[in-house]
T-cell receptor
Framework: GQNIDQPTEMTATEGAIVQINCTYQTSGFNGLFWYQQHAGEAPTFLSY????GLEEKGRFSSFLSRSKGYSYLLLKELQMKDSASYLCAVRDFRGSYIPTFGRGTSLIVHP | DVKVTQSSRYLVKRTGEKVFLECVQD?????MFWYRQDPGLGLRLIYFSYDVKMKEKGDIPEGYSVSREKKERFSLILESASTNQTSMYLCASSLEQGAGEKLFFGSGTQLSVL
């Protein structure tokens, strides 16, 4: 099975930087995804890491350490529209490659 | 852009009814998934399918079944709806089993069982 842990809620100020952590325990690790979900909408893909290190994509970056079972999503220059839930998903091999989601982190950005 | 369409945005059913949730994707994806999303519990996998007529149980399959007769369509069936199946149901698809294949989600069906 899997155990994926991320904080339930975080708050930050517009223009600031926020780091959302995700820890996991799994066998057969095959990649970690971050998704963004605005209230009442479907999740949308943000980033993917399968090797250790940092992946940067505009204001968003994602980091992975496989040995530590740890990832974070870094959001820079926060904007009000970044208020959303951020979902960490770990893909592992259980007969097929299956993504399993953490409970999500609700980020509130205030002025 | 990939489009994943779920037939209903909101659905209200009575306890004991048989409920069909339909999902269609238009990009020839091999893999399709059904999740339910509940406050505080996140997305939990009910069933998935990696090919036509193939299905695999996810983490919470009890009380559900699925059907995939055509590649583009994946149906979730609640044989006898119960109040604890009130939830947001999300369908997703992905291209293939390769690493890095992201999920594309439908807009969700909010099911209320009374």
């Amino acid at each position: 099975g899997q155990n994926i842990d991320q904080p339930t809620e975080m708050t930050a100020t517009e223009g600031a930087i926020v780091q959302i952590n995700c820890t996991y325990q799994t066998s057969g690790f095959n990649g970690l995804f971050w998704y963004q979900q605005h209230a009442g909408e479907a999740p949308t893909f943000l980033s993917y890491n399968v090797l250790d290190g940092l992946e940067e994509k505009g204001r968003f970056s994602s980091f992975l350490s496989r040995s530590k079972g740890y990832s974070y999503l870094l959001l820079k220059e926060l904007q009000m529209k970044d208020s959303a839930s951020y979902l960490c998903a770990v893909r592992d091999f259980r007969g097929s490659y299956i993504p399993t989601f953490g409970r999500g982190t609700s980020l509130i950005v205030h002025p | 852009d990939v489009k994943v369409t779920q037939s209903s945005r909101y659905l209200v059913k009575r306890t004991g009814e048989k409920v069909f949730l339909e999902c269609v994707q238009d990009m020839d994806h091999e893999n399709m998934f059904w999740y339910r999303q509940d406050p505080g519990l996140g997305l939990r996998l009910i069933y998935f399918s990696y090919d036509v007529k193939m299905k695999e149980k996810g983490d919470i399959p009890e009380g559900y079944s699925v059907s995939r007769e055509k590649k583009e369509r994946f149906s979730l069936i609640l044989e006898s709806a119960s109040t604890n199946q009130t939830s947001m149901y999300l369908c997703a698809s992905s291209l293939e089993q390769g690493a890095g294949e992201k999920l594309f989600f439908g807009s969700g069906t909010q099911l209320s069982v009374l």
